[in-house]
């Protein structure tokens, strides 16, 4: 499949993934994600180019998302964490309702269409596209985190909405604890530190759904996990999390979180056309 690509077409689709590698590190210290939401659009359009099945496109693009930003969010949470930003004890909370959430995604993508996959993206990234574009700091649910209850149902729902669209949930969870009063900051480092368990778990999770359809994947993949897209980005995403990080703690965010949300209604435009087409 791959021998079928001009090399001229294979090296420029090899840079659009070094590419979005770096703004996919550069997100994930700036804004406390793993860049998936950056990363699964750059994917689709290398795999459809490469021939790979439109009922299997999507599925392939979120496990190796989440295998991508597996360093990706470590480097970042160990950078929070050095600067003591992370609450640890609502790591400690999410991490297991959110592995249950990951567990049931990578579950669904054995058997479900693609479409469920595009439609769970649009809906999600449109929601933080438009926290994004017109939230305001002022805005809350409540003065603190709820009881343990519902932070296991927000972990839970962080988790299969990650595996679903192949995040590590930091927009989710980045939402859920400024609107109960978390400062931004926090709630980055926070989210970074989610991450992580979420990442490896949906690799984890993906790789093992895709074994069934091994003969529709490209060569040097494990179930729905690119080893040759992993290579590639997963380096340059690691490396640019630090300086993310770096323009976390003093770079105003305003403009920067809009150009995200104008971005991330694009990427719903994309697929929702894709669903038509």
Request: aromatic share 8%; hydrophobic share 60%.
């Amino acid at each position: 499949m791959w021998l079928d690509v001009p090399l001229g077409e294979l090296a420029v689709l090899a840079g659009a993934i070094l590419a979005g590698g770096v703004v996919t590190g550069v997100l994930a210290g700036l804004f406390g994600i793993g860049g998936g939401a950056v990363t699964v659009p750059v994917l689709y359009e290398v795999f459809r180019v490469v021939g790979v099945p439109g009922e299997l496109r999507m599925q392939l693009c979120i496990g190796t998302s989440l295998a991508i930003i597996v360093p990706t969010t470590i480097r970042a949470y160990r950078a929070h964490r050095a600067k003591g930003a992370v609450i640890a004890g609502v790591v400690r909370q999410w991490a297991v309702p959110a592995v249950i959430g990951v567990a049931l995604g990578a579950t669904i993508a054995t058997f479900a269409p693609a479409a469920v996959f595009k439609i769970a993206f649009v809906v999600i990234v449109t929601v933080i596209a438009v926290k994004l574009l017109f939230g305001r700091e002022s805005w809350r649910i409540a003065a603190d985190l709820p009881g343990r209850a519902l932070m296991s149902l927000y972990g839970f729902v962080i988790g299969l909405a990650s595996s679903l669209m192949g995040v590590s949930g930091g927009s989710i969870s980045n939402m859920i604890l400024t609107l109960h009063g978390k400062p931004i900051h926090h709630a980055v480092a926070t989210s970074a530190g989610l991450g992580v368990p979420i990442t490896i778990a949906g690799t984890l999770g993906y790789a093992l759904a895709g074994l069934p359809h091994l003969a529709a994947l490209p060569p040097l993949s494990i179930g729905f996990v690119s080893l040759i897209g992993f290579a590639l980005m997963a380096p340059v995403s690691s490396y640019m999390a630090g300086y993310g990080v770096r323009l976390a703690h003093w770079l105003p965010k305003r403009r920067l979180e809009i150009a995200f949300g104008v971005f991330l209604l694009a990427v719903a435009l994309r697929f929702l056309a894709s669903l038509v087409w």
